[in-house]
């Protein structure tokens, strides 16, 4: 997908969700208020967090996650997590960048303009997709 900032507020309103930015009081980057459609950004963040966050906040639109802290909060947050590193980032670009920036994932994450949270999303995700190396263990 890899949409900037104004094409992912497109798709938000062509699915039906309102985006509105304000001042958010917590130490919350981004809301999905499940009864109104509705989706909040902070609007102190910077663009590049700002997109993450608009793009994590879709996801959970999408799914209709309704709340987080129990357990299908959790699930609910970490599917959310891995669908918005893989919306975000291709992974021709990321191995690109983890062999220029020698796996630092700050360094990777101003490269590719997401948070170092989604790199680290990302990341473990990968990790997964990787066959495991069959350890040939002598006995
Ligand atoms: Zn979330």
């Known amino acids: 997908m890899m949409q900037?900032?104004?094409?992912?507020?497109?798709?938000?309103?062509?699915?039906?969700?309102?985006?509105?930015?304000?001042?958010?009081p917590s130490d919350c980057?981004?809301?999905?208020?499940?009864?109104y459609r509705l989706i909040v950004i902070d609007q102190n963040l910077p663009e590049y967090v700002r997109r993450?966050?608009?793009?994590?906040?879709?996801?959970?639109?999408e799914h209709d996650d309704r709340g987080?802290?129990?357990?299908?909060?959790?699930?609910?947050?970490?599917r959310t997590r891995r669908e918005t590193a893989l919306h975000l980032i291709d992974v021709p670009k990321y191995k690109l960048a983890?062999?220029?920036?020698?796996?630092?994932s700050?360094?990777?994450?101003?490269?590719l303009n997401v948070t170092r949270q989604v790199v680290e999303d990302f990341r473990s995700w990968l990790q997964n997709q990787e066959p495991r190396r069959i350890v040939m263990k002598a006995c």
Do not use: N
């Open 98 to 104: 983890e062999e220029m920036y020698d796996g630092d």
């Open 52 to 61: 993450c966050t608009l793009c994590h906040e879709l996801v959970h639109a």
């Open 4 to 24: 900037c900032y104004d094409e992912m507020l497109s798709t938000a309103q062509a699915l039906g969700f309102e985006v509105i930015e304000e001042s958010i």
């Open 68 to 78: 987080c802290g129990s357990r299908t909060g959790m699930a609910a947050e970490a």
């Open 29 to 35: 980057d981004g809301l999905y208020l499940w009864p």
């Open 106 to 111: 700050s360094k990777i994450a101003s490269e």
